[in-house]
């Protein structure tokens, strides 16, 4: 009587073994030919917009070490006392804190280096530069911000509006200035350039700005804007680097209520801007607006999205704009900066890689400084469009 054969359960497991060995080596051979092919003969590479100048700028390794144990305490993941939370999709919240915080170590252990419970230090100035760096959002702290000894009660709205706040209003340690006096007359008084160095002077050019249109040129008046839309439809919107804010009063003035972001670089502009009844948005220009989808009326900027912005972050910058418009909703590129061809050859295929239709684009060469150095300004009302925006 023949037996039929039965292997050894040893015989098996080697079998089993080198079978699951010579699969994974199969496994690991084509993983490799795949990685090699694709990456040395792919043709499907991006290809982002070309950026002047661009250059990739290494980052350098921190260790958790190298972190003020108050940046840990605040940043790393915290377990949500309830456990795991739908919402969330996780049991463990993770605290926002710009990346590029731990690029610079020693100025985020100076802002982190305070007594918990106390007063923060009076460091304005190194916070903007953290946030000016990519540290954005800037950590909370557990401390009281610097404030003034004494502070007054501002004016009442409307008066508010166009009178110049109290000087209690601000901590002036971070400022060359030591009072608004000093901002309202530094053009006059100043030599060089300075950032917006008019723009406290309620009394002079902003007075007029936006009031009524200059010859039909480059100088929309707010009124002209508005009328391209059925009345009312205009409700909420965004000044990017707002100034001090005139672009908002004067929509105030038409009960639409506009947000202006601003940073204050030699002068208190969100402090005066709040004084004059109207709101402050500190973040920079990289931050990624915090708005929702689809929400907003209306966005303006004047001079700040401009070529001194890397291309590709300005194309981000652009989309971001698109994004929080709703559709039929209002882009409004006030005095946007070039030179010589560089609106030709890259702006304008920029924005119109966007998805704007065009109501007004105007261009005109910016003379004050000479016909020789080819400056221009582009300015545009650009729309999203009402149907298929997607």
């Known amino acids: 009587m023949k037996h039929k054969s039965m292997d050894s359960p040893h015989n098996k497991f080697k079998s089993y073994t080198s079978n699951n060995l010579y699969f994974l080596f199969l496994l690991l051979l084509t993983n490799f030919i795949t990685l090699f092919i694709s990456s040395s003969f792919s043709s499907c590479s991006y290809k982002p917009l070309s950026t002047t100048g661009a250059s990739i700028v290494e980052e350098s390794t921190t260790t958790a070490s190298d972190l003020p144990p108050e940046f840990l305490a605040f940043a790393s993941g915290h377990a949500l006392p309830f456990g795991y939370n739908a919402n969330f999709d996780s049991d463990t919240i993770y605290p926002p804190a710009g990346k590029a915080c731990t690029l610079f170590p020693d100025e985020l252990r100076h802002y982190m280096s305070y007594k918990v419970n106390g007063s923060c230090p009076d460091d304005e100035l190194l916070a903007q530069k953290l946030l000016l760096k990519g540290c954005e959002p800037l950590p909370r702290r557990r401390c009281r911000p610097a404030s003034q000894p004494e502070y007054t009660e501002p004016y009442p709205l409307p008066t508010s509006l166009w009178t110049t706040p109290s000087d209690s209003s601000v901590v002036w340690t971070a400022y060359r200035c030591k009072n608004y006096n000093c901002l309202v007359n530094r053009k006059r008084n100043e030599k060089g350039f300075t950032d917006c160095k008019d723009c406290f002077d309620l009394r002079g050019n902003e007075k007029s700005r936006w009031a009524s249109p200059k010859g039909g040129g480059l100088h929309f008046s707010i009124d002209e804007v508005l009328a391209t839309k059925p009345r009312g439809s205009i409700r909420i919107g965004l000044d990017v680097g ?115 239709n065009k109501l007004k684009w105007v261009v005109g060469r910016k003379l004050d400084r000479g016909p020789e150095l080819r400056e221009m300004y582009l300015s545009a009302l650009l729309e999203k469009p009402l149907k298929n925006s997607w």
């Open 242 to 356: 707002g100034g001090v804010a005139t672009f908002a009063v004067r929509m105030r003035e038409r009960n639409i209520t506009i947000v202006t972001t601003s940073m204050n670089l030699n002068g208190p502009f969100n402090n005066f801007i709040a004084s004059r009844g109207v709101i402050p948005l500190y973040i920079s220009i990289s931050q990624r607006l915090p708005f929702f989808d689809n929400t907003l009326d209306i966005v303006h900027s004047m001079h700040v999205l401009s070529n001194w912005i890397p291309t590709t972050l300005l194309h981000f910058a652009f989309f971001d704009v698109y994004r929080v418009l709703r559709p039929g909703g209002l882009f409004w590129l006030d005095h946007f900066f070039s030179v010589g061809e560089q609106l030709e050859v890259t702006y304008k295929p920029l924005i119109e890689s966007i998805g704007f």
